[in-house]
């Protein structure tokens, strides 16, 4: 059941969840809305409600599902206009309507997401742009170079709030969008200067047309076929070791992949992700290289990881990486059918992981 059918006291969806419900998109994994309320009212009605001390969020409801985020209000004219248009529509959840009090209907279809007609009061904060880059990566709004420019950042941001932000953004539908966002003000330099460094690091042109190990890690994103929070996260962070790799006569990125799977971890452990989810992070990052490999080596050297849960996303990892190079899609192929040949044989009684016949192993 959705959260918000625990709720009575009249509530609106706006922001992303709004727009989930007017472009008819699966919602998110974070929801958010305002209660016309106090926080007392808010205890009585529902159940399972916490309070995450955010600045623009007085309660939650954690699901196993998601999280559904809300602002108490007195009223709706209490709600102040936010300077990115398409932020003021809400949509009233128990009558089933949208409420568009300030006429920015014209505007949902707009390619750009640009904060036009200002009110003089109205002003461009560190919380605006955290609300762009959601916004464009999840319903894929372009952004206007205004919103680009380096900024001074002063907020403080908690661990649950970049939680939000990172979810938000790796599960949209454009994710790139939000990122660059996101690079370009100085956000990630300033708050996740780990990831900073990719974008400093270079690829050799001939592997990596797409650019740097930032944009590599960007473009691996289009290639995705679900916006799954695991996947996607492990895409961004595949590489995140390159910048602290030594470079050696054999090898660009020397044990690239052991480096970025610590710092992935230590990273999501940070923005306080389940231990579960970190985890299954770091063995993605760890063995994203492998199953490049697993067609020529020794099954003996490969079925621990191939025996995983998650290898099937090891191989939708690995494509994504190839299909954003110049390499092709062969290996992947070759992958899959070293993958099915093992299941295949694993799952026969009469046959060792390599395929041979047990009777002849120690009969002969």
């Given at each position: 059941?959705?959260?918000?059918?625990?709720?009575?006291?009249?509530?609106?969806?706006?922001?992303?969840?709004?727009?989930?419900?007017?472009?008819?998109?699966?919602?998110?994994?974070?929801?958010?809305?305002?209660?016309?309320?106090?926080?007392?009212?808010?205890?009585?009605?529902?159940?399972?409600?916490?309070y995450p001390g955010l600045e623009d969020w007085d309660a939650a409801i954690h699901t196993g599902s998601g999280s559904l985020y809300l602002r108490c209000v007195d009223s709706l004219s209490?709600?102040?206009?936010?300077?990115?248009?398409?932020?003021?529509?809400?949509?009233?959840?128990?009558?089933?309507?949208?409420?568009?009090?300030?006429?920015?209907?014209?505007?949902?279809?707009?390619?750009?997401?640009?904060?036009?007609?200002?009110?003089?009061?109205?002003?461009?904060?560190?919380?605006?742009?955290?609300?762009?880059?959601?916004?464009?990566?999840?319903?894929?709004?372009?952004?206007?170079?205004?919103?680009?420019?380096?900024?001074?950042?002063?907020?403080?941001?908690?661990?649950?709030?970049?939680?939000?932000?990172?979810?938000?953004?790796?599960?949209?539908?454009?994710?790139?969008?939000?990122?660059?966002?996101?690079?370009?003000?100085?956000?990630?330099?300033?708050?996740?200067?780990?990831?900073?460094?990719?974008?400093?690091?270079?690829?050799?042109?001939?592997?990596?047309?797409?650019?740097?190990?930032?944009?590599?890690?960007?473009?691996?994103?289009?290639?995705?076929?679900?916006?799954?929070?695991?996947?996607?996260?492990?895409?961004?962070?595949?590489?995140?070791?390159?910048?602290f790799a030594e470079r050696t006569a054999q090898r660009a990125f020397d044990r690239h992949a052991e480096i970025g799977a610590t710092i992935a971890r230590d990273f999501l452990a940070g923005?306080?992700?389940?231990?579960?989810?970190?985890?299954?992070?770091?063995?993605?990052v760890r063995n994203h290289m492998l199953p490049g490999l697993v067609s020529q080596l020794p099954i003996y050297r490969t079925q621990h990881v191939m025996r995983s849960k998650l290898f099937?996303?090891?191989?939708?990892?690995?494509?994504?990486?190839?299909?954003?190079?110049?390499?092709?899609?062969?290996?992947?192929?070759?992958?899959?059918?070293?993958?099915?040949?093992?299941?295949?044989?694993?799952?026969?009684?009469?046959?060792?992981?390599?395929?041979?016949?047990?009777?002849?192993?120690?009969?002969?």
């Open positions: 059941m959705n959260s918000l059918d625990h709720i009575s006291l009249p509530h609106y969806l706006l922001g992303s969840s709004a727009l989930d419900r007017y472009f008819r998109r699966t919602p998110g994994r974070n929801q958010y809305a305002l209660v016309i309320g106090d926080l007392v009212e808010l205890a009585r009605d529902a159940s399972g409600v916490s209490a709600v102040p206009w936010h300077p990115l248009p398409v932020m003021n529509f809400l949509y009233n959840a128990q009558e089933r309507s949208f409420v568009d009090r300030f006429g920015v209907y014209r505007k949902l279809r707009d390619s750009t997401l640009a904060p036009a007609d200002l009110p003089e009061r109205a002003e461009i904060t560190d919380s605006t742009i955290l609300d762009a880059a959601a916004i464009a990566a999840r319903h894929g709004y372009a952004v206007p170079r205004s919103l680009l420019a380096k900024r001074s950042w002063k907020m403080q941001l908690t661990a649950e709030h970049a939680r939000m932000l990172w979810t938000d953004i790796v599960t949209g539908g454009s994710p790139w969008l939000g990122l660059e966002l996101l690079m370009e003000s100085g956000f990630i330099e300033q708050y996740w200067p780990k990831l900073a460094r990719m974008n400093d690091t270079q690829h050799a042109k001939e592997f990596h047309p797409e650019g740097n190990v930032w944009q590599h890690s960007l473009e691996t994103l289009r290639y995705r076929k679900t916006s799954d929070p695991l996947l996607s996260s492990a895409l961004l962070l595949h590489d995140c070791g390159k910048p923005l306080e992700f389940p231990r579960e989810f970190t985890e299954d992070v770091w063995f993605l099937p996303l090891l191989l939708e990892l690995y494509r994504c990486d190839l299909s954003s190079t110049y390499r092709g899609p062969d290996g992947y192929y070759r992958a899959c059918r070293t993958y099915r040949a093992f299941l295949k044989n694993t799952e026969n009684p009469f046959r060792t992981p390599e395929g041979r016949k047990l009777v002849q192993l120690y009969v002969e």
